[in-house]
């Protein structure tokens, strides 16, 4: 599979829109790169959260274990951004979660997160329950 071009819109199915606040911004007027991270955290909790493991069951969670971000533009307040979010891999205990976060038609940055699934007690990597892959597959386009 060739590598997916998370600044294009056309990459994503999955949408979730978020509005910039105030306090997102910086002193020289710029949204700040921690706020980046806060809304690539919105899209991809609520993409995961309603889709790729809404039926993960209650003894294992899911962690970060990787958060990349590529800074492509300044975002601006006052806006609303959408922020796109795909699967990218599934792994045996892991998977990568892609997104976009767009002002219109403009990329403002990419990122690329791994989650990795735990067990409960043990807090140690656990492997993803079968009947969850499974359902994760769907979310895989080639």
Known sequence: MSELDLADRDTFGYWYQERLRFSDTDMIGHVNNVAFAALFESGRVNYTRNGVVRNMPDEVLVVMRRL???????????????????????????????????????????????????????????????????????????
Do not use: K, N
């Open 68 to 142: 990349e971000i590529d800074y492509r533009a300044e975002l601006h307040w006052p806006a609303d951004i959408d922020i796109g979010s795909r699967l990218l891999r599934i792994g045996r205990s892991s998977f990568a979660v892609g997104s976009g976060l767009f002002d219109g038609g403009r990329c403002a940055a990419t990122s690329v997160t791994t989650l990795v699934v735990i067990d409960r007690q043990t807090r140690r990597a656990a492997p993803i329950p079968d009947a969850v892959r499974a359902g994760m597959q769907a979310y895989l386009v080639s």
